[in-house]
């Protein structure tokens, strides 16, 4: 294997791992912000329904 | 050899970024969509007071501050439940959307939808103190509508 190629496997090897890394942390945040929003939309939607109900009411 | 490789890289990158990106616009409209609630309610709220001197009016005898009265309530109340309405089917779609799926054609539409409604409920209130707070309310919720549509332009570049 001529040098070049072996610091082009070197240098992929090294952005995989750290791709790797960055993936499993940015992955683990993204379930937890999911989680995060569905439960905030979940909350919301009760909340949406009584306030759109009172104006209903409101405006008749 | 080489070039297949670093295209193979560049493809995993725009994917990932492409990824991210979607994941932050629902995030960004799903917290917007909270406070969009809370302004919204907050409008109502104040009306409703205004009106018979508590949060919900159902039920209560009216006693309306000078100025006011339950025929213009029913009138503004009339041009808020548009927005309201268009608030709870966004939650809706909201719910729907999934993490890394394009932007629903209806959550924009809803969103502009919202812009247009607000714009309609500025008007026929007392003036004073309540009017100045609604007034600060619906800006405030025009400014959020103009947050969820400027991070949708800027994502997807339309």
Redesign the interface.
Known sequence: MDPNTLI?WEG?IT?AAA?GVK?YN?IKA?LQ??GA??A???A??P???T??N??????? | M?RV?MLT?ML?LVL?VSG?AD?ST??TA??L??SL?EV??DI?TV??QTLCGAP???GKPDAPAQGWSHEK??AF??K??PV??A??QL??R??AWK?GEPLPAEVQTLITGLGDSLSMVVADFPSGTSKERILGQIAAAQKITLSILSSVVTITGK
């Open positions: 082009l992929l952005m791709m993936s940015v993204m912000d999911a929003d569905d905030t939309i979940t919301l939607q909340k949406w329904d306030l759109t009172d104006i209903r009411r409101a405006s008749m | 080489k490789l890289w995993v990932f991210c994941k629902r995030h799903v917290a969509d909270a609630y919204i309610n109502h009306e409703q919900s009016c159902d309530s029913v109340n009339q808020l439940l309201a309405e608030g709870r939650n809706t909201l719910g993490s």
